[in-house]
């Protein structure tokens, strides 16, 4: 059989390839997943924001109240104090008024928020793939998760709050607090919560001892009330729990599975994962989004899970103020011949009724 001629149509110069790409590529840019945000979705500032990735299709929990102002730069919320006890009384004598107080509180819009990026004219022309989708997305999703990681600090210093008194009164009680003190920390083999039956027995514990303590402050019950955010450590602690009752079916309706590593109710909170509860301190920026949260004995501790409840029924633990909302922006600037993009938003939060809000910590000492 005879030689075809089969060309080397790559070839120059004596290198068999040297016309081939150097490089295959594709029109796909690919992006680690990212942190699922938890508050930023429950007052809904997000809508309209493209934020691939964030809500994955579960209950919002509603437990953050929002405030839009459209002049001045806070926002006046009102307390009213406990209720006094009725008296006896005898026909005849007058009636004067029992007594009975009020208190304010506020919250101050910060700076804005922006989260902005710039693309060089000349790489978006010669590239071959599609940046600006990347971009735009970006800039959307470091808003929002930056959000949600502010509103858990201001969640976890509700919980850190003390009770207010007025006039001989109780305007509202503290923030709940369960501490487990370790001096091995909160995870790992010898910790307070280790990955065997004992450190989820532990934790179960801790997380039914908070919630007798808002039983205590008559926090209203039932799971879209109560909602518990714990850290991905705690939900594979809780797989090891001993006491299965939490995923037989015989003894709850809810959908608990652990072959899927599924925990939606636990002691009457609904449980939400997230990677946004810090485990360090926080000591930047305004000292409303600041925290002691080390685990040395100089601070709260570290937080293994926070509790946010009641928003539902019209007392949140924590909320924000904000004015007009999410805005987003891209323009073309043939004076620097970029493409400039942002998104940002003017807003601020703040602590409200710190008894719907609880912690569960550990510390040192």
Not at 192 to 220: H, K
Request: proline share 5%; hydrophobic share 40%.
């Amino acid at each position: 059989m005879a030689d075809s001629n089969a060309v080397r149509f790559l070839a120059k110069s004596g290198v068999d390839a040297e016309l081939a790409l150097e490089q295959m590529f594709q029109d796909m840019v690919m992006v680690s997943f990212r942190a699922h945000t938890i508050l930023w979705n429950s007052v809904n500032i997000g809508a309209g924001v493209s934020v691939p990735g964030i809500n994955q299709g579960r209950p919002d929990p509603n437990v953050v109240a929002s405030r839009s102002i459209t002049e001045g730069f806070s926002h006046q919320f009102l307390h009213f104090g406990e209720d006094t006890d009725p008296v006896e009384h005898t026909p005849g004598t007058e009636l004067l008024g029992q007594n009975y107080v009020l208190d304010e509180g506020n919250i101050t819009v910060d700076d804005i928020l922006v989260s902005h990026r710039e693309v060089p004219l000349d790489q978006k022309m010669l590239s071959h793939f599609d940046i600006m989708q990347q971009v735009a997305a970006s800039v959307g999703r470091s808003l929002a998760v930056y959000f949600d990681k502010k509103m858990i600090i201001v969640g976890l210093n509700a919980a850190y709050t003390a009770a207010l008194n007025k006039d001989g009164l109780s305007v509202y009680p503290a923030g709940n607090v369960v501490e487990r003190v370790d001096a091995q920390g909160a995870y790992g083999s010898t910790g307070a919560y280790p990955p065997t039956a004992t450190g989820a027995d532990n934790f179960r514990s801790d997380v039914a001892e908070l919630a007798s303590l808002m039983d205590i402050d008559n926090v209203p019950e039932g799971p879209m009330n109560r909602f518990l955010l714990i850290t991905p450590q705690a939900r594979r602690v809780l797989s090891f729990i001993t006491n299965s009752a939490i995923f037989d079916r015989d003894l709850s309706r809810v959908p608990n599975s652990l072959n899927e590593r599924a925990i939606g109710i636990l002691e009457g909170f609904t449980v939400v994962m997230t990677n946004h509860i810090p485990n360090s301190s926080v000591t930047t920026g305004p000292s409303k989004y600041q925290i002691e949260a080390a685990f040395d004995g100089s601070g709260e501790g570290e937080p293994v899970a926070l509790a946010l409840c009641g928003a539902g029924e019209g007392n949140a633990a924590i909320g924000y103020v904000h004015a007009g909302g999410v805005q987003t922006h891209i323009e073309d600037d043939h004076r620097r011949n970029t493409t400039f993009v942002k998104a940002q938003i003017l807003h601020g939060a703040g602590i409200l009724s710190p008894y719907c809000a609880g912690v569960i910590h550990v510390d040192a000492s």
